[in-house]
Nanobody
């Protein structure tokens, strides 16, 4: 499977944004999809994931504000970002985990190009 994130842009603090992750390949339904972000000068960090069975996980920093979902038929996953803060500014990546579980960072082995989200205050 190959993945590509899109939907980033410049948004004011407090507003919402939806990121999409488009997949190609036949095995998308077997994969967990994770979202990660990398802020300027920082390492890449886990944001959220959705397993092949639909179980979701969230980082503490985004729980209650972000939500992750997937549409298997459309071969897409989504990250809805709400109540955005300037500290959410980062390049956001989607990644695939062939185990289907999405609960361990090192299992995410398929990465797409990121999309930049900039939150202005």
């Amino acid at each position: 499977v190959q993945l590509q994130a899109s939907g980033g842009g410049v948004v004011q603090a407090g507003r919402s944004l939806i990121l999409s992750c488009a997949a190609s390949g036949r095995a998308f339904s077997d994969y967990a999809v994770g979202w990660f972000r990398q802020a300027p000068g920082e390492g890449r960090k886990f944001v959220a994931s959705v397993s092949s069975s639909g179980t979701t996980l969230y980082a503490d920093a985004v729980r209650g504000r972000f939500s992750v979902s997937r549409d298997v038929r459309a071969k897409e996953a989504y990250l809805t970002l709400r109540s955005l803060k300037p500290e959410d500014t980062a390049v956001y990546f989607c990644a695939g985990d062939a185990t289907g579980r999405g609960n361990l960072d090192y299992n995410f082995s398929v990465w797409g190009m990121g999309t930049l989200v900039t939150v202005s205050s």
